[in-house]
């Protein structure tokens, strides 16, 4: 390539002026600077792009060619800067999201629908793990923010406290425990359970519970979201234990009776999580501020 993107400039100047020294003056340089870059460009190409006369310059065929052809250059280049200096202020971008199933039904559809409001460019990628394969991932770049509801362990990661939840005990309003406003985990031990997906966090939560108490958890059904577990309780296939905010609508609707259980790892932090808040990009940045910003 004979030409850079200034050399063209300077010839679409020239040729919308119709002088080389008003073009000069319009693009703050000497004419003679304008004069010797186009004189090599010609030399280059060894074809004339411009006819000068005392009255100024008129354009060849080779040199209409040109200008045709640099406009639409100087155009895509002139997108193209915009593009990538919208993606270094964040303003374009995509941001992988990485997080477990109570942050995704609970906190993220409100959050994330806000800050798309006010990004539409930027693209957020989210996908529901377990906290600790979502720490993981955050730790080998395959997620540049992640949500966690467990303190991950073996990872040199910066955690920020993001929100609070409450896990609650759902029962049939004619289940045994329904007269109940509260209960310790052991004792709903003696009822059979609906549970999620066997590589939950909830479910080794649950598992772990069950085991400090020396019991076994006796699983009826294993469901993969909330909403079915709320589902199987009211077809009366078992208790569940879910998340207070995420399951609300569905207990109502259902007439579910939702238990506070009084044991301390019902009340969880979610954190989230990144590598470092200096490596994220500016759309992370963006992002984890805005989370930030709803967090209590």
């Known amino acids: 390539m004979h030409f850079d993107l200034r050399d063209l400039e300077l010839f679409v100047a020239v040729a919308e002026a119709g002088s080389i020294a008003k073009a000069a003056d319009q693009c703050h340089t000497v004419a003679s600077a304008i004069s010797k870059r186009l004189s090599v460009l010609e030399a280059a190409y060894g074809t004339a792009l411009l006819v000068r006369s005392s009255k100024g310059v008129a354009l060849t065929p080779a040199g209409l060619a040109l200008l045709a052809r640099a406009r639409a250059v100087l155009h895509q280049a002139g997108?193209?800067?915009r593009d990538l200096r919208g993606y270094s202020a964040g303003i374009r971008g995509q941001v992988r999201v990485f997080a477990n199933i109570s942050a995704i039904v609970e906190f993220l559809p409100s959050a994330l629908a806000s800050f798309l409001s006010a990004h539409p460019e930027i693209q957020v990628e989210l996908e529901e793990q377990v906290s600790g394969a979502v720490a993981q991932a955050v730790a080998d770049n395959l997620a540049d923010l992640g949500l966690v509801s467990e303190i991950p362990t073996g990872h040199d990661l910066v955690l920020i406290p993001f929100r609070e939840d409450?896990?609650?005990?759902?029962?049939?309003?004619?289940?045994p425990l329904a007269l109940r406003r509260h209960i310790d985990f052991r004792e709903a031990l003696?009822?059979?359970?609906?549970g999620l997906h066997s590589d939950s966090a909830l479910h080794y939560r649950l598992l772990r519970a069950a085991a400090d108490a020396e019991r076994a958890l006796n699983l009826k059904i294993r469901v993969t979201s909330f909403d079915a577990v709320c589902a199987m309780v009211a077809a009366g296939l078992g208790i569940g234990v879910v998340p207070r905010a995420a399951t609300t609508p569905y207990t109502t609707s259902l007439g579910l009776v939702p238990l506070a259980l009084n044991d301390d790892w019902a009340r969880r932090r979610l954190h989230l999580c990144v590598r470092s808040l200096e490596g994220l990009s500016a759309a992370a940045r963006l992002l984890l501020d805005?989370?930030?910003a709803g967090a209590v």
Not at 190 to 194: A, G, H, L, N, Q
Request: avoid cysteine.
């Open 166 to 175: 409450e896990l609650v005990l759902l029962v049939q309003p004619q289940h």
């Open 290 to 292: 805005h989370l930030m």
């Open 79 to 81: 997108q193209l800067d």
């Open 190 to 194: 003696d009822f059979d359970f609906v």
